[in-house]
Each structure stands twice: as structure tokens, then as C-alpha cells.
């Protein structure tokens, strides 16, 4: 069984493939929930259309969405995919759990202290699981993790640093297990491989019809090498 490379030398072929790529354009917590809730299946760059109408239109305070008429809130992120009503109920549900919990610059808190206790109560916000969690916590500048989204996990399950299991959570521990040790030393760092990985799972490492034929990452690739068996 091939051993899988280092994470570090995974990062420096991709960044080499789709150069540096920028943070995302919010560290807030609260902004990071209503981006995630606010558009449903679609691609990054309709969730940001829909994310700027919506703090353009509507606010990205818990206060300014409370306040706001549920049926505007519906036709500013109706461009957002499917089920907006549903989307918008999200949004309130959100915006009452961070008034609950203190507001914005409360969860701000939460997410830079990173134990398991502000995890858990990130986790209870509409589409935050153990993965959304981490990567608040990240982007706040709380305890490192990768915190891999799907597309990113894909690549480290198919490099072989975890195996995946029929429960998602439990491939997902072990794959941020796996590469732990091998985190970039600041956070700024840790953000950009996550994405690095993120944006190769969507273009090149693709659940269906993957283009390992044009992906730096094959040799060495245990998903490529059990596929040419």
C-alpha cells in the first residue's frame, strides 16, 4: 500500500497549479453562517452574489436579519438556488441562535476560543456540523485544524491519509488527525492549504469523471494507482 506524500508537498504542487489563492472574503463568524445558509447547491460565485445582495439589501447583523420582512429576505436570496423560503428560515434561525448566545461579537469569541464547549454551540447554528465548526474556529484565529469541506477530505482520502468510512464524521477525524502534525505553523498558512485542496477536489479531483490524466498529485496517488489496476 502506497504511503501518502507529505501534506507540505501536497500543497506546494498545488499552489504551483492554481497559484496563491485568497482567503475568504470574511473571518466572521456570523458572516461565514449566513454565506453558508443564505445559497443552496450552487457555485462560489453565485453564493457571493447572493451573500453581497444580501448584506447590501438586508444587513449581516443578527439585529438587521430579526428585523427584517421574512418575505424580502426571501426575494433577496431567491437567486440563491433551491427552496428559498426554506433558506430564509435558516437565516432567522441563525440570526436568533447568535442573539441567544450574545451576538456577533460573541460568537467572534466563541470561534477564537475553539474548545469543545464553543464548538459545541457553533455546531447548533443551521448547517454548522463538526467540519463547519472547525473552519469557523479557523477563521477566527482559534486552535488549528485543516477542517476540510467535502471536496477537500476527497483529495486526502484518495492520497491515502485516511480511509474512508461509511460515517462521514469518522473519515473526517481521521484525515484532520492525519495531517495535524503537518499544519502550517499560522493560520494564514493552514486557510490556504484547505483551500488549495478544496479548489482541486472541485476542478481536478472530482467525485465523478476525476481528471487524474492532468493532476499533479498522481504519482503517489493511491486512488490513481488502484484505478490502473
Not at 430564509?88 to 476560543?113: H, M, N, T
Request: charged share 30%.
Amino acid at each position: 500500500m502506497l504511503r501518502p506524500p507529505s501534506l507540505k508537498s501536497v500543497i506546494d504542487r498545488l499552489r504551483r497549479l492554481y497559484g496563491h489563492l485568497p482567503p475568504p472574503g470574511t473571518s466572521d463568524p456570523f458572516e461565514v453562517i449566513l454565506r453558508e445558509n443564505a445559497a443552496y447547491l450552487v457555485d462560489d460565485e453565485r453564493r457571493e452574489a447572493v451573500f453581497s445582495a444580501l448584506a447590501k439589501e438586508i444587513g449581516l447583523t443578527p439585529e438587521a436579519i430579526l428585523d427584517a420582512p421574512f418575505e424580502r429576505i426571501v426575494a433577496v436570496i431567491r437567486p440563491g438556488g433551491m427552496r428559498p423560503e426554506d433558506r430564509a428560515s435558516k437565516l432567522l434561525d441563525c440570526a436568533s441562535i447568535a442573539a441567544e448566545v450574545g451576538g456577533a461579537a460573541a460568537l467572534l469569541a466563541l470561534a477564537r476560543d475553539g474548545s469543545p464547549t464553543a464548538r459545541k454551540i457553533l455546531r447548533r447554528f443551521p448547517g454548522i456540523g463538526e467540519p463547519g465548526a472547525d473552519w469557523l474556529v479557523l477563521l477566527a484565529g482559534g486552535p488549528r485544524s485543516l477542517a476540510p469541506d467535502s471536496n477537500a477530505l476527497r483529495v486526502l482520502v484518495r492520497l491515502g491519509f485516511a480511509k474512508e468510512e461509511k460515517d462521514y464524521g469518522r473519515t473526517y477525524r481521521a484525515a484532520s488527525a492525519s495531517v495535524a502534525a503537518e499544519l502550517p505553523r499560522d493560520s494564514k498558512g493552514v486557510i490556504e492549504a484547505r483551500q488549495l485542496l478544496r479548489r482541486h477536489g472541485q476542478e481536478l479531483c472530482r467525485r465523478s469523471d476525476p481528471r487524474c490524466d492532468l493532476c499533479p498529485l498522481e504519482r503517489g496517488c493511491a486512488f490513481k494507482a488502484g484505478r490502473a489496476r
